[in-house]
């Protein structure tokens, strides 16, 4: 297990150089000069431009620029935005748990709606229910995010008012951030109606970021649970006499629930490509939009060190996923 | 018991600030995020809505909805013979506000303004480079280096600013956000205390209202300065919503989770005016939409020729497309709420059969060319493709065959500035300080060739005009010479001359006292709310 755990560490540090490289570059490649982007239609002079682009290093070779960034993170400085001046791993702790409580309550909607959906799909395959679930999981994975979001907030904050238009809670309430988790924040702060306001203001950002997820572990539940559902020791464990209630449950469950393990695991990814339009549309106030923002702005250092945390985010919890694998199925250990 | 103790503080500071909720509270959906809180190191207007007009006085501030200045911290100002000095006498008793960062211990002096203006312009001042890669942009783009000899302080509440030459837009350029006056003893206490850069993140001046908290991306808080020298405000307590998405910020106001938003969508505009809890705003904005010409390069350098182009654009028809009524079309260079604006001038009226003819006349058959179209909308272009394809389809009908270009934002300005660059380019131009100098030399002059001159036309009779007003200190005069100098324009005419747009602000019922600037600027001093 500890060798194992040591080989997928040591595959992660090429992983993160390769995506470093791309990161620095790809950035670089699209058109547009930050420095530029300074004055706007306001034009900046030939010598100003020059003296600018000295003092943010862009003058320097580009192999130059890039080993001077990795020894930078190296040292744990990811560099400091060209637009708002912040160091930009200060920027992303503040902003950072936004995303993840917006990204832990669209995953857990997913899940808790999606594996109970797949199942049931997949018990009562070719019904009219099967049918209904898996044609609605198509529709909801093939939605375009943006469009859904606003069409949510049009009914049920515009037309119906039932919950609020976009912000992670009231005006009204103000405290200083002790979690960055607003939930918990608001619980903290002791306001009355604090709390109800933050989990008010998650319901529809949870739906619309949740919704592709819950459409892909919908039709994976569905299908893993079908290919485990005719199994021999399925069948076995049918005519042992066993409740058909544990016979799904223990026996068939466990086993398909590996794919759909790998599938969620794969969500996060698609969770913060989700964000960025998620945060967008509902003004919520994470990495996503901070990224979005600054990919407009061509603020490089921002983009650079954004992509490598995310990447980072990605491979750790891709990690924990494989290792929830041996935890699930005694038959792999590594 | 540390993590305990945090959890207190916490607590109390929560209970504290819970207090002031159930106030007054104005909330303005504002369309981004503040680039930072020092107005002199930013361009964009978002950022002065959130940290000028809010936090910080000029020597010399723009009436209310109008172009004009009028006394800010300065009381007066008197302007030498030669034009060459200006001398202001600063407001006694104004006080820097009180917060929980920092509490003054004296007024305001002249220490305070060579501060504001010394850390932009002497590049040995401690402050001039407290923030790595920061850049004094808007000091440098309406050319102070090069205007201001020296500042001196005359006595504690005089200062008397020296010029290198005579420039008359001097003094509105002194009421413009980046020339915010800050409070040196905050500035002197953050230096003392090695953290320089919290005059960036929180302000502290002596305007109508104080910086509370900016929570990243989300929102940014103030609270009514007490001791306001201009009294204090009917609200309590102004938040901005930092809501990016046009249409989420109408559906925020509609659910009355705002008073009052910045840009709508065209598309929305109509629904808006027929609500009835909302009322709508309209003004001409201080803008221009153009297509400039590279009149260097053939067979653009003949007046014939631009002028039948002219001829050949329906621009009725581009307001309507793009933006459903909610601009007009444009014969000036300059918008017709800036003075001096010459109503006399008559537009190229739309006729392709007559442009037809004079392009045949000119010799020009089969032509080609380029359109450039912006990737991006501005408050003067919504949409520069839909605007293009219109030109495009009005071309054809003269014989003109039109390939429409774009790029990226930043590439597209920094193309469209070369000498050697072909066909004509869309683009605009919002007013700075409200003087006609603004537009007429920055967009137009010789010297702007290679820069904001897109049109690369240098006529040395527009020139001369354009300088002798910049010189002259009578308004009356500097009247006529604008006008003259827009007749010469139109005769001669580098660009077609697009439109000008309205600036649209969509507010809840209850609003009272909010004037629309003509320089776009958001303020809500005089703002109130009824019962």
Request: charged share 20%; hydrophobic share 45%.
């Amino acid at each position: 297990m500890v060798r194992f755990l040591l080989g997928r560490l040591a595959v992660l540090i090429p992983t993160f150089i390769g995506v470093s490289i791309i990161a620095f570059s790809f950035i670089r490649l699209l058109p547009g000069d930050p420095v530029a982007l300074l004055s706007g239609e306001r034009v900046m002079s030939p010598e100003r431009h020059a003296i600018i682009s000295a003092q943010l290093g862009f003058d320097r070779p580009i192999v130059v620029q890039y080993l001077d960034y990795i020894w930078g993170i190296l040292r744990g400085d990811f560099g400091t935005s060209i637009v708002t001046k912040q160091p930009i791993l200060e920027s992303f702790f503040a902003l950072f748990p936004a995303t993840l409580e917006l990204s832990i309550c669209a995953i857990l909607f997913a899940i808790i709606l999606g594996i109970p959906a797949g199942i049931f799909a997949a018990i009562k395959r070719g019904s009219f229910f099967d049918q209904t679930i898996m044609g609605t999981a198509l529709v909801g994975y093939s939605m375009p995010i943006f469009w859904w979001g606003l069409l949510l907030i049009i009914l049920f904050s515009g037309i119906l008012q039932w919950t609020p238009v976009s912000g992670r809670i009231s005006l009204l309430y103000f405290f200083p951030p002790v979690t960055g988790f607003m939930l918990i924040d608001s619980l903290i702060s002791g306001q009355a109606g604090a709390f109800k306001s933050a989990a008010s203001h998650l319901i529809l950002p949870t739906i619309v970021l949740g919704t592709i997820p819950l459409a892909v572990i919908a039709r994976q539940t569905r299908s893993a649970m079908l290919e485990v559902l005719s199994e021999d020791y399925v069948r076995t464990a049918r005519a042992k006499g066993l409740s058909p209630l544990r016979v799904i449950g223990v026996h068939a469950l466990r086993n398909a629930m590996i794919p759909v393990i790998t599938t969620i695991g794969l969500q996060v990814g698609v969770m913060l490509a989700g964000a960025i339009l998620t945060e967008t549309i509902f003004s919520w106030p994470g990495i996503g939009k901070w990224m979005v923002d600054s990919v407009f702005r061509r603020d490089y250092p921002v983009i650079q060190g954004g992509l490598l945390m995310i990447a980072a985010i990605i491979m750790v919890v891709n990690l924990i996923v494989d290792l929830l694998y041996g935890l699930i199925n005694p038959r792999i250990r590594h | 018991m540390l993590k305990k103790m945090t959890f207190a503080a916490a607590l109390a500071t929560a209970t504290i600030l819970s207090g002031a909720a159930s106030a007054k509270t104005f909330v303005f959906c504002s369309e981004g995020s503040p680039e930072g809180f020092d107005p002199g190191l930013y361009t964009a207007g978002t950022t002065f809505d959130a940290a000028a007009h809010t936090v910080y006085n000029r020597l010399l501030e723009f009436k209310k909805g109008t172009t004009e200045t009028e006394p800010g911290l300065a009381e007066s100002y008197e302007t030498s013979a030669d034009g060459l000095e200006y001398t202001f006498k600063l407001r006694s008793g104004v006080k820097f506000q009180t917060t929980d960062y920092f509490t003054p211990t004296r007024d305001l002096n002249a220490d305070d303004v060579i501060f504001s203006y010394d850390r932009q312009m002497n590049k040995d001042n401690p402050w001039n480079q407290y923030i790595a890669g920061g850049s004094w942009e808007y000091f440098a783009g309406m050319g102070f280096p090069d205007l201001i000899a020296s500042i001196e302080k005359v006595d504690d509440m005089t200062v008397k600013f020296k010029l290198k030459r005579k420039e008359a837009p001097f003094l509105a350029n002194v009421a413009m956000p980046f020339a915010s006056i800050m409070s040196k003893e905050y500035a002197d206490k953050l230096e003392a205390a090695g953290t320089k850069e919290k005059l960036n993140q929180q302000p502290l001046g002596t305007g109508p209202f104080q910086f509370v908290a900016y929570q990243q991306d989300a929102a940014i808080r103030y609270k009514a300065n007490p001791d306001y020298w201009g009294g204090k405000q009917k609200i309590d307590d102004l938040v901005f919503a930092i809501t990016t998405d046009a249409a989420v910020r109408y559906q925020k106001l509609q659910a009355g989770e705002c008073h009052l938003m910045p840009y709508p969508n065209a598309a929305d505009v109509q629904a808006m005016k027929s609500n009835p809890a909302l009322t709508v705003q309209e003004q001409e904005g201080l803008n221009i939409a153009y297509v400039a010409f590279n009149t260097t390069q053939a067979p653009f350098d003949k007046v014939e020729v631009r002028k039948a182009l002219s001829m050949a654009v329906n621009k009725q028809a581009i307001v309507d497309a793009v933006f459903q009524g909610a601009a007009t079309p444009a014969k000036n260079p300059i918008p017709p709420t800036m003075w001096s604006y010459n109503d006399a001038v008559q537009d190229d009226t739309y006729d392709p059969e007559a442009a037809k003819k004079m392009l045949e006349d000119a010799g020009v058959k089969d032509l080609s060319m380029k359109v450039w179209a912006m990737p991006v909308a501005r408050p003067y272009m919504l949409n520069a493709r839909r605007a293009a394809e219109l030109m495009q389809s009005d071309f054809a009908k003269v014989g003109v065959n039109v390939e429409i270009v774009s790029y990226e934002w930043a590439e597209y300005l920094e193309r469209s500035k070369a000498k050697d660059r072909d066909g004509a380019v869309i683009l605009g131009w919002t007013g700075d300080n409200g003087d006609p100098d603004n537009f007429l030399d920055t967009l137009l002059g010789c010297d702007a060739i290679g820069g904001n001159n897109r049109a690369q036309w240098c006529n040395k009779e527009f020139d001369d005009l354009v300088t002798k007003a910049k010189e002259s200190s009578d308004q009356a005069e500097r009247t006529k010479l604008y006008e003259q100098a827009q007749v010469i324009f139109k005769k001669e005419a580098p660009w077609i001359t697009v439109d000008h747009s309205l600036s649209v602000v969509p507010m809840r019922k209850e609003v009272t006292g909010f004037v629309q600037s003509p320089l776009g600027d958001f303020a809500f001093d005089g703002v109130d709310l009824a019962e």
